[in-house]
């Protein structure tokens, strides 16, 4: 039989963190695993609560509030009510040890103090009570936010480790359920970006610009996770002439390389002048007309989306209407690059 956490959990984290009586192994890990879950559900719950120092209702929390409140809906149990004696309460564990349900320790002032303690969700995602930046009050952060990663001082260990394999198949998303990470997440992107000659002699540096507004989904398949796409592609070809519609389908492993392709409406008579001769072009209209290849070299993650400058190479149907070589000519009619910046955000299994 396993008692009542709500009756039992008290000062510290894992010494007898709950009564166990005649409870197997298995049951163990199952009951520490379920309050875990149940801390998340009910932190969760206060989502958009705004932050309010020494707050700890549902009409105002501090950091330490949310945490004291979610251990006092989910399990009855009273923590310290501060940042910096949680942390002092918490066993101390390294990030990469840190399981959903664990807390977050920040140092936010020149104090050298930890001032600051969030609700630990998984792949470095965690819900807190914000005083000030863009957004404030119970948000969703991740660790790849760059003043996250700068301020952060530890993990620690609120209940007793969760066994291997109770965590690695999921993910945390907002209403505070699991969700398997090989489930669909959806997402929408825009993206602008200059385009540039190369090795063209004529017509100057700038060609024109590319863009695409796209909706695509993460999802598994052969055991692997991969990004799938469509994008909408307006482009503007200076060189040629030629306003282009590309209509794409992409794919990737991650956001940073994705591999796209698909056919093309191209608008105007395409043509370069090079040594003032005109060398025209077809084929610019196409079932197959566009296949290239973005890669972005990092990624900027916000609470609102994905920012990442990116880099795209692409090959485009078009072929010369004269028999003499020009080599120079050709290449640019067929290879457009380009740089820019991308925006992404995902809805469904994300924190952020």
């Not at 009855?76 to 942390?87: E, K």
């Amino acid at each position: 039989m396993i008692f009542s956490a709500a009756l039992v959990f008290a000062a510290a984290p894992l010494e007898n963190g709950f009564v166990l009586a005649s409870a197997s192994k298995d049951d163990t890990a199952s009951a520490y695993v379920d309050a875990r879950n149940k801390v998340i559900n009910a932190a969760v719950k206060y989502e958009n609560t705004p932050y309010v120092y020494g707050g700890m209702t549902s009409k105002g929390l501090d950091c330490s509030g949310l945490i004291c409140i979610s251990f006092k809906d989910a399990l009855g149990v009273n923590l310290p009510r501060s940042a910096s004696g949680l942390y002092t309460w918490a066993e101390k564990i390294s990030l990469d040890k840190a399981q959903p349900g664990d807390l977050l320790f920040f140092k936010t002032d020149s104090t050298s103090n930890v001032t600051h303690v969030a609700l630990y969700l998984g792949e470095g995602r965690f819900i807190h009570s914000a005083s000030e930046g863009p957004r404030t009050g119970v948000i969703n952060s991740t660790l790849d936010e760059q003043y996250w990663s700068r301020t952060f001082a530890g993990a620690g260990r609120a209940f007793p480790e969760a066994p291997s394999g109770s965590y690695p198949d999921n993910v945390i998303i907002n209403d505070g359920k699991y969700q398997p990470k090989d489930a669909s997440n959806f997402y929408f992107g825009v993206a602008f970006a200059p385009s540039w000659n190369s090795f063209l002699k004529d017509g100057g540096f700038f060609r024109g610009f590319s863009s695409h507004l796209g909706v695509g989904v993460n999802a598994s398949l052969i055991s692997k996770q991969m990004i799938f796409g469509l994008e909408i592609r307006p482009e503007y070809d200076r060189t040629l002439g030629v306003f282009r519609l590309p209509i794409t389908l992409s794919w990737g492993l991650n956001e940073k390389i994705r591999i796209f392709a698909g056919p093309v409406l191209s608008f105007g008579d395409a043509s370069i002048t090079t040594n003032d001769e005109v060398r025209g072009y077809s084929g610019g209209t196409s079932w197959f007309g566009a296949l290239g290849i973005t890669i972005a070299p990092f990624i900027i993650k916000t609470s609102y989306g994905n920012f990442a400058p990116y880099l795209e190479a692409a090959w485009q149907n078009y072929f010369s209407n004269d028999s003499a070589m020009n080599l120079n000519a050709d290449f640019n009619a067929s290879i457009r690059i380009s740089t820019g910046i991308r925006f992404t955000r995902a809805f469904k299994g994300q924190t952020r």
